[in-house]
């Protein structure tokens, strides 16, 4: 391939055999084809690179490294890749046909624009269509980054990425919200949501997202380092950010039917704002979930929650 691609589709992978192929598959058959797909392979023990071998396509790039980290993988793409634009997809989730096009178009039009994202629809694991996350649409400040942590399915300016800086490896987590964060601060009204499914997030068991413990840690390690990176910001946005965080995680304890630990995560989320949170039906939501959960028997629990608007609502 010798000509220099527009857009740089980077990939880190790490041990998701199940799933790479058809990443990589969405990539490779975007209805915009000036593009290269670069995947790198974190270390992984599961035959995860071997599940490529069928791709004989010029444009798909394949780098393996010691395992290091999603923050460093990403940066492994950043420095190989040679788009003016980047876009990023996790091994495991999926690109819809007009992704890059959609998002390519938009920012060529909208010069102000640094960082794009669009809707995504959540899958499971075998790839059926979970609730939307929709909720998030048009110009996106600091404070909405910071609330409502977009998945990684942007596409950016290259040039943008290179002023903010790469991905922190010393970040236990979220290493994705803080580089968002840090384009967020370059100037105002750059970063935009596509209001279009162009996504696809897959939900899956022994994701990171998981572990709510090293999820807690990681949260407050990107805070403080968000309040010396711009404490003014910081000085609004902290406590409904932690908010609606901790209600998150209290969403992912009901997950795993740790009820006791999930009714102590939403207080905690009520304490950064009780008036806020008594007004937000996903508390409402939460708390009935919990209820039916600890009470009634798990074969109805579970019809009332295929049935109940809250699995309908975007938890992140």
Not at 252 to 278: C, D, I, M
Request: charged letters at 25%; hydrophobic letters at 35%; proline letters at 4%.
């Amino acid at each position: 391939m010798n000509s220099i691609p527009t857009l740089s589709v980077i990939i880190p992978a790490y041990n998701v055999k199940p799933y790479i192929h058809e990443a990589v598959e969405s990539a490779l058959t975007q209805s915009f084809t000036d593009l290269e797909v670069i995947v790198v392979d974190d270390g992984s023990t599961d035959g995860t690179m071997e599940a490529l071998q069928s791709f004989n396509d010029p444009r798909l790039r394949r780098i393996e490294q010691l395992h290091a980290g999603l923050a460093s993988t990403r940066n492994s793409g950043i420095q190989v890749a040679r788009g003016t634009y980047l876009g990023f997809l996790d091994g495991d989730d999926l690109w819809a046909e007009n992704k890059a096009e959609r998002h390519l178009e938009f920012l060529r039009n909208h010069p102000e624009v640094d960082l794009t994202f669009s809707f995504a629809r959540m899958i499971d694991e075998s790839g059926k269509q979970l609730s939307p996350r929709s909720d998030t649409r048009g110009e996106i400040c600091f404070q909405d980054l910071l609330i409502r942590c977009p998945h990684c399915n942007a596409v950016l300016r290259r040039e943008t990425i290179e002023r903010a800086g790469l991905f922190d490896p010393d970040l236990a987590g979220s290493e994705d919200l803080d580089v968002w964060l840090r384009i967020a601060m370059q100037r105002k009204g750059n970063i935009y949501c596509i209001p279009e499914f162009l996504a696809f997030y897959r939900r899956r068991a022994g994701q990171l997202t998981g572990d709510l413990k090293h999820e807690q840690e990681a949260w407050q390690q990107l805070l403080q380092k968000l309040s010396r990176l711009a404490p003014d910001e910081m000085q609004k946005s902290e406590k409904p950010a932690n908010q609606a965080r901790y209600r998150y995680y209290s969403f992912l304890a009901y997950e795993k039917k740790q009820y006791g630990k999930a009714f102590h995560l939403l207080v905690t989320s009520l304490r950064y704002g009780p008036w806020n949170g008594l007004l937000n039906g996903q508390t409402w939501g939460l708390i009935g979930a919990f209820l039916s959960g600890s009470i009634l028997p798990d074969s109805f629990h579970q019809y009332l929650k295929h049935k109940a608007s809250l699995w309908k609502c975007r938890f992140q």
